[in-house]
């Protein structure tokens, strides 16, 4: 099933250089760049002339420095998502703009005032994905000793959602009156006080800024595990999945996410399956395959093997590269992203030794062809009910990012399947997703705020 | 004492209207564009061109309900502040942008980084104005029953100053190789990790961002109460006081300050005082008169009296207006702000009904003079050792930020005390403050990061 719109692209950065740890290194990439504004003014315009739904910044709250490896060649600096997002609201007219979002180690009525901050500042483009954060490092820069467990983040996010998207709910979208002549500013039955008492948080409200122009700014999130999708069935507007070689293994997981959404009793159009996919654009299939080999080759395998002892919380530093790897997988003793762990298990399953687990994690992650190879096989994944559109991480910034513009986009109009103008005025009227209706609508048993209520005596 | 480069000009938004609670209903004021930015470009834009050397955003946490006049009455939306100067140093090139932080209700983690990148998206114009929030209802959307004790508040703030600076000097300023060709990023002895541990809090750094133009954003405060006054003393480069009638009380004021700072090792140029003034620029001295009375008489009695039970902490809702007002002072038992308090305090000791006391706090918080007056008294308190310049509180915007500019600004270029050039390309280069050396500079015993530290294999 199509959309009506046509398929749906964001856009992300998360090392600012690109997808990859070391795309720093490739031709055209500007590592100096990386706290300039302008660099990624130049990435949202790109963007933007693509006709691209949203720009999403990832985020993390700490520097990878469990391995050395990781102060010398990985990207550890990054601006901030809602300044920068301040900044680009600025300098973008169309595009959506997405902040990541750590449920774990933020506070709600601050996410919810700087979502629905940069949503006036937009005029109704802010989006939030929301994460729950994987590694013990965030942890020990929010006082904590370890991270949360995996299954209560997902509860806690989940309850982060609901009292954020109450705070917005605080005043109606007619409450303010601005009348000088009476002196009325707001009506009194226009305002809610949330008064949430949960598991995680209390938070009286309201919040202290009008409702936003999309009411709800719009939700993604990319949680893969049974929690994970569970929260994205209940909440998520968009799910960033990851990139199934196999296209039943796609479409499985499109029906999983939609199945779940119609079990919270919402429309199945209400959330859009975005799979993350990072095409690596050649002239010919050999150049591609020869760029990615360049990605490979420029990645140290110390770098690789470290992530690698990363994402498996276990020091592999002393196993010989070449010898068949063994490794005792136990995901219940995993605390950081379970479905990452899960990923690599499928691959060493099927690899001989450790050198071939990292390079096929690695390679894995690339989709090497010509734009026509892209674009066809980006709209068999959409014709065929296995995407509403794509998250595309860029191999390199702004390298690709001009490729994916110049020559894949106007495949995708060939084919008919994308169009590249704007429809509506918000991020939620591109989309297609209804604005939400307050949860305070139509109830007359709202409870008036706890004040000392006085006659009125302007 | 003058300083170098002349006085200093700060321009604050606290209420979106202006000054006081209820400059939305003056004439020319703009009510309904508190949450459009446009709104404020052109605060911002028409200081950049007096040469103000910062705006500043107030803040607080939470929607003014405690009487239900405030909802009916006060402005109670805002854009929060730093998304609404990542957005600002896009559209200004000179000023200063400083956002109000509360130390009690954030992570120092999560303001590092923002003011980092606020600092990097403006090219060094990033400041930050500590405040430790005063009010219980800022608890409550924070999950606590009431605000920290004031004493306890204000130790905070002064460890997430620390904190706060600490993360900044995470990478040393050469720290970054860029190095495409041999594949180093950063170099692993230009990186510290904090690892602090205190009374309040635990976080292990890095910063996950690069040490910002101005190394230190920086550092303005307000507090006037002992404890405000000390943290002051140690860490504030520029200082907001309130404006003393009294030109002896407001020397005594600036020496105090300057003192406190000395007592701790420090530049006494390295303090700026700020008195907050709030001009009401008439054509004659009789036509500010009759603005003020304008401001007093839109503003509802009920409001001013709500006004003061807020600050007292005590419901004066059922006191005759017009009757000698009784009240006994206890600033043992505030836990608001201290120094409002006693201000208060001392009007009352002076006037005769609650009207009077309520009517004084109004009056006494606006300066009417005609524009060469209000330079005249500017340039006095500057020329005798009583500021080294002003937080200006708007009491209406746009209307007396344009008058401000056109019509003071000239008059105090006129006596030589003000020149409205920037000077040099940061805030801090603009104010004559150094820019602070890293506490790791020289240090050759710093701990190097707790990592798997292997052989580069690059
Ligand atoms: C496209 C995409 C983007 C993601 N961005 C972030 C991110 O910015 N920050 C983060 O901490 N996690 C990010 N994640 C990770 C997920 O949010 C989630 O934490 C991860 O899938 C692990 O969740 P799980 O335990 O449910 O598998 C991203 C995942 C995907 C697929
Ligand atoms: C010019 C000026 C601006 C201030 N701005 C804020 C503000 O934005 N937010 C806030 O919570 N307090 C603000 N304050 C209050 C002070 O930061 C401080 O909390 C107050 O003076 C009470 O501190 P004390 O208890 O030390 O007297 C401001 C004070 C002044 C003089």
Known sequence: MTRDGGLVLGGMVFYPGGEHVTSWRLPGSEPDAYLDVEYYVRFAQTLERG?????????????????????????????????????????TEHIGLAATVSTTYNEPYHVARKLAS?????????????????????????????NLDHAVRYRRGAEFVDVVQGLW?????????????????????????LDHEGEFFRVRGPLNIARPPQAHPVLFQA?????????????????????????????????????????HGRDASSMLILPAV????????????RQLDEIEELTPDRVSLDLLSHYLQTDLSDRPLDAPFEHVFDETAINQSKSVYESIRRIAAEATTLREVYRTILRRRFLPGTPEQIADWLTERYAQDAAD?????????????????????????????????YRGDTLREHLGLARPASRYDGSAAVPAPATVDQEASA
Chains 1, 2 share one sequence.
């Open 389 to 421: 559109g794509y998250m595309l991480a860029f191999s390199s910034i702004p390298v690709s990012v001009d490729r994916f513009v110049d020559q894949v986009v106007p495949e995708l109009e060939r084919r008919g399947v994308y169009d590249r103008a």
């Open 51 to 91: 006709g691209f739904a949203t720009l999403f910044i990832a985020d993390e709250l700490y520097v990878w420095d469990r391995f050395a490896s990781g102060i010398d060649h990985a990207v550890n600096i990054r601006t901030e998502p809602f300044t920068l997002l301040g900044a680009l609201s600025q300098r």
């Open 118 to 146: 940069i949503d006036h500042l937009s005029e109704g483009r802010a989006a939030w994905n929301l994460v729950t954060s994987a590694s013990d490092e965030e942890a020990w820069n929010f006082g904590r000793d370890a």
């Open 223 to 263: 949680g893969a595990s049974e929690a994970g999708r569970a929260l994205a069935g209940a909440k998520a507007e968009g799910v960033f999945t990851l990139w199934q070689d196999d296209l039943a293994d796609a479409q499985a997981l499109y029906a999983d996410y939609k199945r779940r959404a119609v079990e």
């Open 278 to 289: 990072s095409p690596v654009i050649g002239d010919t299939e050999a150049d591609a395959l």
């Open 169 to 193: 709910d605080s005043w109606d979208d007619d409450a303010f009156l601005y009348d000088q002549e009476s002196g009325y500013f707001a009506k009194r039955d226009g305002l809610h006080v």
